[in-house]
Structure formats: C-alpha cells, structure tokens
C-alpha cells in the first residue's frame, strides 16, 4: 500500500465535501432568491390595497360633504 494513499483519500473526501457545500450553499441561495421575489410581489400587492383603500376613503368622503 502507498505511504500517501490516506492523503490521497483525504483529499478525493475533502474535494468531495466542497462540491457539496457549494451544491448546498447553491441551493440555499435559489431558495432565497425565491423568497425575496415572493417578499417584493407582497409589498407591491400591499402597496395596491393601500392605495385602492385610501382612494375608498377618499371618494366616501366626498360622497359624504
């Protein structure tokens, strides 16, 4: 058996590990991708009935004067 053959099995091991922490940390940042899309469609649907609410007020003012 070869004297750096636990070096090279550590190595292939450690090689191995990062392309999964790279795959993980990959996949982690599409989910995050995801959800900040999801928060921004949110705030634009908000800032809709915020503005629908507030010309409600509006004209049911004016309605009552």
Do not use: I, W
């Amino acid at each position: 058996m070869p004297a750096n053959s636990g070096f090279s099995n550590g190595v292939t091991a450690n090689s191995q590990m990062t392309k999964l922490a790279k795959s993980y940390q990959a996949d982690q940042q599409l989910k995050y991708l995801h959800l900040q899309a999801e928060v921004e469609v949110l705030l634009q649907q908000l800032q809709s009935l915020k503005q629908k609410r507030s010309e409600a007020e509006l004209v049911a003012q004016g309605n009552r004067e």
